[in-house]
């Protein structure tokens, strides 16, 4: 056997072995994760019951496309407060930032700096 023949050999043996690991571990953390169904995310006692803290944001984002920025704050703020009852940080950090762009929107951009050339 030629010394590239070995070469390219060691080389695919190495590429499977890194794609074999890599798809193990991929596995392993995929089946290590909570599944979105299992985290409670229903509101306090005060909430109708059913009303979830996904099902407001659903609402929340129906409203955006429907241009009802004031509605879909207010369902925000309120899938916001359903989420941090859950304690469900990915929820709240979602809402948090939906509510920002929703501030945000109609802002006037910031004072913008003009470069001009040195000669």
């Given at each position: ?5 070995l070469i390219i ?13 890599g ?6 953390t995929?089946q290590n ?8 995310t229903?509101q ?9 803290a996904?099902n ?8 955006v ?5 004031s ?11 359903a ?5 469900n ?7 948090d ?6 501030d ?10 003009t ?5």
């Amino acid at each position: 056997m030629t010394k590239r023949k070995l070469i390219i050999i060691v080389l695919a043996v190495l590429v499977s072995a890194v794609a074999f690991t890599g798809t193990i571990f991929m596995l392993s953390t995929l089946q290590n994760q909570p599944h979105e169904s299992q985290t409670d995310t229903t509101q306090g006692s005060d909430a109708s019951p059913g009303i979830s803290a996904d099902n407001l944001q659903l609402q929340a984002y129906q409203a955006v496309q429907d241009n009802e920025p004031s509605k879909a704050k207010q369902l925000f703020q309120e899938a916001r407060e359903a989420y941090i009852d859950s304690n469900n940080i990915d929820g709240v950090a979602d809402a948090d930032a939906q509510l920002y762009l929703i501030d945000h929107q109609d802002a006037p951009p910031e004072a913008s700096i003009t470069l001009t050339a040195v000669e």
